[in-house]
């Protein structure tokens, strides 16, 4: 069964310069998750879409925005990194039914490290 | 807002015994709530999954969870611990009616022992 797919899986910059993410979400998935794992710790939500709209945002830097496009893949760009910014960013994508979202599926995360 | 506790960062379990993690969550409205599993380096995998069916939800890979209203608890079990289960285990919470976004525990290091 096709899974969620991130790209690029490992990433390295420095500090001050930008870097983008792309996820291509499960086939007929309608809503695109973002989260964010510091090491050694959980997974904290950053922003989510739905049918290519901003349906709810979390703990996100200012210096990062997303955005999802109309064949739902979605790209997560971050601007000015920092040091603290180092982590495993992981998308998830999920399908609606009547308006209903229920399991997660998880891509295996690009590994953002910030030197 | 939603929430889940995860007690403990390790717990050491000899192949063959009881695996028992526990999970208690904190949420004003009826809950979902997930246990994923972390391999190392590598993305969340769903176990299973709680969305206000059966109390009792059996998953993949032979674990099962029991939501326990009462006690706000969604402890996950699985009656045999095999090596291949050495891994990370996150509790996760999201709001019925809400965005869906997920809130997870600290997670929950399982070392089996041979």
């Known amino acids: 069964a096709a899974g969620v797919i991130q790209s690029p899986r490992h990433l390295i910059k420095e500090k001050r310069e930008t870097a983008t993410l792309k996820c291509y979400p499960i086939?007929?998935?309608?809503?695109v998750y973002w989260y964010q794992q510091g090491p050694g710790q959980d997974p904290q939500f950053l922003i989510s879409f739905y049918e290519k709209m901003q349906s709810d945002k979390g703990s996100i830097p200012d210096r990062f925005s997303a955005q999802q496009f109309s064949d739902y893949h979605s790209e997560l760009n971050m601007s000015s990194l920092e040091l603290g910014d180092s982590a495993l960013y992981f998308c998830?994508?999920?399908?609606?039914?009547?308006?209903?979202?229920?399991?997660?599926?998880f891509g295996p995360g690009t590994r953002l490290t910030v030197t | 807002a939603q929430s889940v506790t995860q007690l403990g960062s390790h717990v050491s379990v000899s192949e063959g015994a009881l695996v028992l993690l526990r999970c208690n969550y904190s949420s004003s409205v009826p809950p979902y709530l997930f246990w994923y599993v972390q391999y190392p380096n590598q993305g969340l995998q769903l176990l299973l999954k709680y969305t206000s069916a059966a109390t009792l939800v059996k998953g993949i890979n032979g674990f099962e969870a029991e939501f326990k209203k009462s006690e706000t608890s969604f402890h996950l079990t699985k009656p045999s611990a095999h090596m291949s289960d050495a891994a990370e285990y996150f509790c996760a919470v999201s709001v019925r009616g809400g965005n869906n976004r997920l809130a997870f525990g600290k997670g929950i290091q399982v070392v089996v022992i041979p």
């Open positions: 998830a994508s999920s399908r609606s039914l009547a308006g209903v979202s229920y399991e997660q599926y």
């Open positions: 086939p007929r998935h309608d809503t």
